[in-house]
């Protein structure tokens, strides 16, 4: 019999991934990685240097020092707002992963960041209120108005079986047609023709502020995502609390029949939910922005969704995901002024890496089949020399 | 004014309808389909950049493009969903994240791809493509009767079209062997194996139908609503008729009922607002009208909504 030889790529395709202890971070990073090279070769299909892209978008975001910064910026600067940007991202990630683990899909993320921003910008954005105050009682209004929303949904689904799916995009429509409504009858800024500037005491991030000779956009919100990851992370790892959510996620009848009580459960996972997403309308209408565009929903709700199942529906993947992502968002601009590249180039690599991400699943596949291939192989050669 | 009603609400409820029909073919089959505002977006992209191609050598009256459009936006929504297909059923990839990539992937491609093109092929700056509002069909005596004479005015080709493919797919779905087939597959994978029928094959076509059925609905909303393809297709749709789609139980007649719905409480709220003589901000305020009905309607109707009992999982042969 002839001696049958080993694939050298599958071999080292099976190193490097094959640690089954690691895959839940190699295979996501491998994704990652095939993404960027596939962007790459497309960027340089049109022409362009892909490293010099790819540095672009780093350094869009303070994460890699530009070449020369105007009068009173630094890298610092661009980190910041980096930051800033992050900030609503990291909420509304978090608010699709709590009601994936209670096995609800809230997709109605973006409409609970309108109706909580919106509320928060007329009660407290609008009032003149100090900032010791206000900034508090913004998050306050975010918090309760999105965990009411999202309590409603969980509500309906408990109490009347609508599917949260449909409940969620009825009342995104819903929301997003009041809000618009009430915008341009009452609060319109008529050369903007969007709602009117919030005061900026009650503006979640500091805007211009001077440190040094420097001006940074200081995100206050980002203290509290991460905070609150690390909570949320602790609430379903440790708490019969976050147990008993999960529970209700992976079977609903088995929960019931262990004694769990479902509906307050699932209600509750939405008010929490709700809330996280309040959280990312307040730092993304009263932080990143100031005002409201009427008749549009954000698309970091949906984003979101992406986002929180590329970190695995985990708090602390997640704020890497969300990390990720939003240099792509973040950092587009900077590339498309510097390399000459449309900015949608980001957004399709963003698309690629989600895509390459949800084949987690299959990269396993084939790491393990390869894995049995090889040793399949040199068993075979084994049995070969011992004859 | 009740004719106008009629008119809008067709014209709109319609390309719901189509698009919810790809949608419970695919969910029928066992694949969650929340792709489908990506895919109507991505077929209309394809047909719209066909047509307007065709519209620079055969001129603006040829009526050739608007039919040529809506043919290759249904084989561009097909293609695209085979993407949908691939991840769902070959890589077992989780099908809800599936179908909001596919979207997301949708959106950035065709925005780029419109802008690349444009640049490239006409020399312009522009992230859209001119299309202009369809012709539209009278039919002579039918029109004439009073209210339901509406239903046969100023219909737009593609209505017709719909209807067509509409019939069809509920004769394919319900009276032929392949559509029982497809329904089991979404109910009972294993015993459809079990019968010597390929699971994996029967739910990647009706993947496939629902991008082609998708393309159709995004075509039509080019043609009619916006007069151009530009980013602005994206706007819910899909979404939309994915909520109507589950409002109809997952079958074909209710879900009609749930777009028409849609459709006419949309037109009415419209007309509503022009025959008050209120301000324009006004009608904002009328448009949560189908919403809120839907919501209404809901609390009644949703205690038998139940999906197909193999929705969403992934068929594992070896799984029982």
């Known amino acids: 019999m002839k001696k049958r030889k080993v694939n050298p790529l599958s071999r080292v395709f099976v190193k490097l991934l094959g640690n089954e202890k690691y895959q839940v971070i190699t295979i996501p990073v491998f994704a990652i990685l095939l993404s960027l090279v596939v962007g790459a070769a497309v960027i340089a299909a049109l022409g362009k240097d892909p490293v010099s892209a790819y540095l672009n978008l780093l350094q869009g975001c303070g994460i890699w020092p530009k070449q020369k910064y105007a009068g009173g910026k630094s890298m610092l600067t661009d980190f910041f707002s980096f930051m800033n940007y992050w900030t609503p991202m990291i909420f509304a990630s978090l608010a699709v992963a709590v009601a994936l683990k209670a096995g609800l899909f809230n997709i109605g993320v973006s409409g609970q960041m309108l109706a909580a921003g919106f509320v928060s910008t007329i009660l407290v954005g609008y009032s003149s209120l100090a900032a010791p105050i206000a900034k508090p009682l913004v998050i306050v209004v975010a918090i309760i108005v999105g965990g009411l929303v999202g309590a409603f949904i969980g509500w309906l689904k408990y109490k009347f079986n609508i599917n949260e799916v449909v409940s969620s995009i009825m009342i995104n429509y819903i929301i997003q047609y009041v809000v618009a409504f009430l915008i341009n009858t009452k609060y319109v800024d008529p050369v903007s023709r969007q709602s009117t500037n919030v005061s900026d005491a009650s503006r979640l991030t500091l805007m211009s502020t001077e440190i040094g000779g420097f001006k940074y956009d200081i995100p206050l919100g980002i203290v509290l995502a991460i905070i609150v990851a690390f909570v949320i992370k602790f609430v379903f790892d440790k708490t019969t609390f976050g147990y008993e959510i999960k529970t209700v996620g992976l079977n609903r009848k088995a929960a019931q029949y262990a004694g769990i009580n479902v509906g307050r459960n699932m209600v509750t996972a939405m008010l929490i939910s709700g809330a996280l997403s309040g959280l990312a309308g307040a730092t993304y209408y009263l932080g990143y922005f100031c005002s409201i565009q009427p008749k549009v929903l954000s698309s970091t709700g949906f984003d979101a969704i992406a986002v929180s199942l590329l970190g695995n529906s985990n708090p602390l993947g997640i704020l890497l995901s969300s990390f990720l992502i939003s240099i792509m968002g973040k950092g587009k601009t900077y590339m498309s002024s510097s390399a000459g590249l449309d900015a949608e180039i980001a957004s399709v690599i963003t698309g690629l890496i989600l895509l390459f991400s949800a084949c987690g699943a299959f990269i396993q596949y084939l790491v393990k089949r390869s894995k049995e291939n090889i040793a399949e192989i040199e068993k075979a050669n084994k049995a070969e020399v011992d004859k | ?320």
């Open chain 2, 1 to 320: 004014m009740v004719d106008k009603i009629i008119i809008d609400g067709l014209s709109f409820g319609l390309p719901l309808f189509v698009m919810a029909i790809g949608g419970i073919y695919s969910e029928r089959s066992g694949i969650t389909n929340l792709a489908l505002e990506g895919l109507q977006g991505a077929g209309a992209f394809v047909g719209a950049l066909v047509a307007f191609f065709m519209m620079q050598s055969l001129g603006a009256n040829s009526q050739i493009p608007y039919y040529a459009a809506m043919l290759f936006a249904m084989l561009g929504g097909m293609l695209y969903a085979m993407l949908h297909g691939l991840l769902c059923v070959k890589f077992k990839a989780d099908q809800v994240i599936s179908g909001v990539v596919i979207n997301i992937l949708a959106m950035a491609l065709t925005e780029f791809l419109t802008k690349v093109v444009n640049r490239v092929a006409f020399g312009k700056p522009s992230n859209k493509f001119e299309l202009g509002v369809s012709k539209r069909w009278t039919v002579p005596g039918l029109s004439e009767i009073p209210v339901i004479g509406a239903f046969f005015k100023d219909i737009y080709p593609f209505e017709v079209i719909i209807i067509v493919v509409a019939v069809v797919a509920w004769y394919v779905l319900y009276r032929t062997k392949f559509g029982l087939h497809l329904r089991a597959c979404g109910d009972n994978p294993h015993a459809v194996d079990a019968a010597g029928i390929d699971v994996a094959k029967i739910r990647f076509i009706a993947v496939m139908v629902s991008g082609a059925l998708s393309g159709l609905a995004g075509m039509s909303f080019a043609y009619s609503i916006s007069a151009n393809y530009s980013s602005g297709i994206y706007v819910g749709y899909g979404y939309l008729s994915i909520a109507a789609l589950i409002f109809g139980n997952w079958k074909i007649v209710p879900t009609l009922a749930a777009c028409m719905l849609f459709g006419f409480a949309n037109s009415a709220g419209h007309q509503l607002v022009q025959a008050a003589g209120l301000p324009s901000s006004y009608s904002d305020l009328i448009m949560i009208l189908p919403y809120v009905l839907t919501m209404l309607l809901l609390v009644f109707f949703s205690k038998h909504n139940d999906a197909p009992k193999a929705l969403g999982e992934i068929y594992d042969k070896g799984k029982r």
